[in-house]
């Protein structure tokens, strides 16, 4: 074989290899991100509730808020709730709204969980975590009072989508992002929160006792 021919199979060669080489890196699978469990889904389903819509209705034992409709109908969305000791129940009202919330762990917890404490910094309004996809509170938050009172539990996002339908939190109730999003969005300032008195395991205590 002349020698400009070796050469150009060579080369041919080598190029093959190369795609070859390269298709395969296209084609390994990617690190699957965190999915919630599909039973937890975000729908619209039927429900017969005494609150006029506009309502959130958050059942701890099931695992579910519902948003009233009318027409006795409701957005459904999966929630984590408080683990055991840490549930609640009782009404309150969406005092306020934020966007990407920055995180302000309180004492008890911090006293819980000091490893946490290598994650904070000072914020404007104490030690916190500055809001953000690494945040544990998630894309939105939306913080409950009674009159004027903060009871210190939120309807918040969270970045571990694999905690929805889980007893997990300290008392706040969480949903995936995408779904605190679309809640966010629906929810005016002052709209009525009720927790239901539905934890299967110890009773909880009413928000007011917070």
Known sequence: MPKVTQRRAAVIAM????LAAGLAGCA?????ALQADPAFARKVVSYASPEPPGTIVIDPGSHFL???QGGGQAVRYGVGVGAEGFGWSGVATVHSKQEWPDWYPPADMLARRPDL???MVQLPSGIGMHGGPDN????????????????LYRLHGTNDPTTIG???????????????TDLYN??????????????????PATASAQ
């Open 166 to 180: 889980q007893n997990i939190s300290s008392g706040c109730i969480r949903l995936t992002n995408e779904d605190v």
């Open 136 to 151: 544990p509170i998630g894309a939105r938050a939306m913080y409950l009072w009674q009159g004027n009172k903060d009871t």
């Open 15 to 18: 190029l093959a290899g190369g």
């Open 186 to 203: 629906r929810t005016p300032i002052g709209t009525k929160v009720v927790v239901l008195n539905t934890y299967t395991t110890n009773p």
């Open 117 to 119: 404490k290598e994650h």
């Open 66 to 68: 519902y948003l009233v």
């Open 28 to 32: 390994a699978a990617p690190t699957p």
